[in-house]
C-alpha cells in the first residue's frame, strides 16, 4: 500500500510509544494524587509541557494538553470570546477546519456572536487588508489557520496578527496541518493562540496542545477539578502528553532537511500529474502551500470513483478533508475559493510523509492517469 493520506492522520512513532508505554503500565499514577506514585505522573506531564514549550517558544505554563485538536480549536474560540469583554464578534476564515467554524457557529446561536468570515482568493489565501478592515472595535478574537488541511495553502499569519494586535485583538491559529512541517515559533508568528493535534505527528489519536499566551483570558470549556490551572478540567493524559511532546520534538529535528525532501516528492507528483493528466487543476497556492500537499481537481471525473480506482491499485488518499468524507456536500474550501460545485465534486487530495519514494510517486502519477482516464471513459461527460 501506498499512504499518502498523512494530513488524515499518521501512524504512533514506535519512539513515542515507548516513551509513553511506562505511564501506561508501572507509572501509572494520578499527576494530582499526593503520593510518590503520583509524583512520577506529575513530573512526566512537567517535562512533557516543557519540551512542547521549547518546541513553541514559549513558557511551560502557556501549554494546556487537551484530547485533540477539536478541543484545542473548541476552548481558543469559545474560551477567548467569551472571556473577552471587547464584544461579541470573531473574524476567521471561510476555509477553517469545522472545529473553528462550528465554534464560532456556536457562538452565533447560543451567545448571539456576530462572525465575519473572511474571503479567499482562487489560491485560498486571505488578503490582509481585508483582514485588517474587517477587526472591529467589539471583536473579541481573530483566528486565521496557519495551513489549510484540504489545499494546503499557507495564510500571512504573522502579518494578519500583526493587523489583529493593532486593533487589540487577540490572534489564535489553528496550526493542526502545519505541525512538523512550518516553524512553530509562537512569537515569529506573533499569534497569542495556537492549536495542535497528536495524531498529525506520530502521537495517538486524543491528543492535542493549545497554546495561550500568558495573559490572555479564557473561560474553560469543560469544568470540573481545575486541573490545567483551571483552564481545562480532567485528570492528565499523561502517556498522551508524553507522547504528543515527544513527536512534536521529534518532528521539529532536521525538519528543514526533511521538508525539502518531501516538497521535491510533491513538486514531481504534481508536475507529473499535470503533465499526465491535461484537464487536471492543481488546487491551493502553486508556491505557499505545505510541503507534502498535493491536491488536485480533476473535472470531468468524480473525486469518489478516482479514489476508488486508486484504492484498488493500492494507492490510498482523500478526496479532501477525512471529516467530511462520506459527504456528498462539495467542500467548503474549494466552493470558498469560487471552485463550481461540479469542480470541487472532483477533488483528491494527496498529503505525503517521511518514507515515500520517488518510485512510489512515479507509479501514483501512473495510476491517476489511467485512474482518470478509466472514470471519464465509464462515466464521463
Ligand atoms: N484543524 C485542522 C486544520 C485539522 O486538519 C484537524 C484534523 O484533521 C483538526 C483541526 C482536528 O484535529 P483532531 O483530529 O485532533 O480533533
Known sequence: MIYLDAAATTVVRREVLEAMWPYLTGEFGNPSSHHAVGHVAAEALKQARATVAECLGCRASE????????????????????????G?????????HKAVIESCEYLKRVHGFQVTYLPVDRNGIVDVAQAAVALREDTTLCSV?????EVGTIQPVPEIAAAAHAK???MHTDAVQAAGALELNVKTLGVDAL?????KVGAP????????????QVEPVLHGGGQEKGRRSGTENVAGAVGIALALRLAEQGRAERMEHIAG???????GVLAAVPTAVLTGHPEHRLPGSASFCFPGTSGEAVLLYLEEHGIVCSSGSACAAGSDEPSHVLMAMGFPREVAQTAVRFTLSD???????????GAVRDGVRTVMGIGGK
Open 355 to 365: 518514507g515515500v519514494s520517488e518510485e512510489q510517486i512515479a507509479e501514483v502519477v
Open 145 to 149: 489557520m496557519l495551513a489549510n488541511n
Open 168 to 170: 487589540g485583538v487577540p
Open 88 to 96: 461579541r464578534h470573531i473574524v476567521t476564515t471561510a476555509i477553517e
Open 265 to 271: 516528492l510533491r513538486d514531481a507528483l504534481i508536475h
Open 205 to 216: 489519536k486524543g491528543t492535542g496542545i493549545l497554546y495561550l499566551k500568558g495573559r490572555v
Open 195 to 199: 492549536s495542535l493535534s497528536g495524531h
Open 63 to 86: 501549554i494546556i494538553f487537551t484530547a485533540g485538536g477539536t478541543e484545542a480549536d473548541n476552548l481558543a474560540i469559545k474560551g477567548i470570546a467569551l472571556a473577552n469583554p471587547r
